[in-house]
């Protein structure tokens, strides 16, 4: 049984671009939720998606946007990149859209330069 | 908003001894306390999580304590081992399910054969 797999698990991109993070839930789950990790600290809530939509939001600007698929897997955009924006990105699924029992993926690290 | 504060951020024990990680949260309408075990290049795990109707609940060698009066809940680890040395995060979330969970800044935890 997969967990919840992310790709890519690193990336490096530069001021001014756009990336996109990609999240596939574990086996039987239906909700994504995307969380930031910056160096040293707590992970930071950005949004969560449950029947293609998003259903919750963190305190996180527009250039942060996301999209679920029927299959329920997930990716998460970021536009006009900043170099605060270096952090781990980390999805986690569960099943329903709550907050509880959530399963992580390894995370993808962005390093913007 | 909740408000998580951990401490302490880093915890050195002897192997076999016992390890303490206290979390305090700011909203007494919290009711869901999970706690995560991050490993070097992993995202958090799931060890233990407790609620609010509960005081006290215990898995093998690990066990959550919750004291809703003063708002804070404790990890403790007994008989501590070297797979335990992780960076631990505590949580806490509203009944709703359209609030996210709030995580702690972490506590490293290193074990000493």
């Known amino acids: 049984d997969a967990g919840v797999t992310q790709s890519p698990t690193h990336l490096i991109k530069t001021r001014g671009q756009q990336v996109t993070l990609r999240c596939s839930p574990k086996?039987?789950?239906?909700?994504v939720s995307w969380y930031q990790q910056a160096l040293g600290q707590g992970p930071q809530f950005i949004f969560q998606?449950?029947?293609?939509?998003?259903?919750q939001r963190g305190n996180f600007p527009d250039r942060f946007s996301g999209h679920q698929f029927p299959n329920y897997s997930s990716e998460l955009n970021v536009n006009a990149l900043l170099l605060g924006d270096s952090a781990l990105y980390l999805c986690?699924?569960?099943?329903?859209?709550?907050?509880?029992?959530?399963?992580f993926g390894s995370g993808t690290q962005l390093s913007v330069l | 908003g909740e408000n998580v504060e951990q401490h302490p951020s880093t915890l050195s024990v002897q192997e076999g001894d016992s390890a303490v990680i206290k979390c305090t949260y700011s909203?007494?309408?919290?009711?869901?306390f999970p706690w995560y075990k991050q490993e070097l290049g992993k995202g958090p795990q799931l060890i233990i999580d407790?609620?609010?109707?509960?005081g006290e609940k215990k898995d093998q060698r690990i066990a959550v304590t919750l004291n809703k009066t003063a708002k804070h809940f404790s990890l403790h680890i007994t008989e501590t081992q070297p797979e335990d040395s992780a960076v631990y995060f505590c949580?806490?979330?509203?009944?709703?399910?359209?609030?996210?969970?709030?995580f702690g800044k972490g506590t490293r935890l290193s074990v000493i054969a």
């Open positions: 986690a699924s569960s099943f329903g859209p709550i907050n509880e029992k959530l399963f």
């Open positions: 086996s039987g789950h239906d909700t």
């Open positions: 998606y449950y029947e293609e939509e998003e259903r």
């Open positions: 909203d007494s309408a919290s009711n869901y």
């Open positions: 407790i609620r609010s109707n509960v």
């Open positions: 949580a806490a979330s509203l009944p709703s399910g359209n609030t996210p969970l709030v």
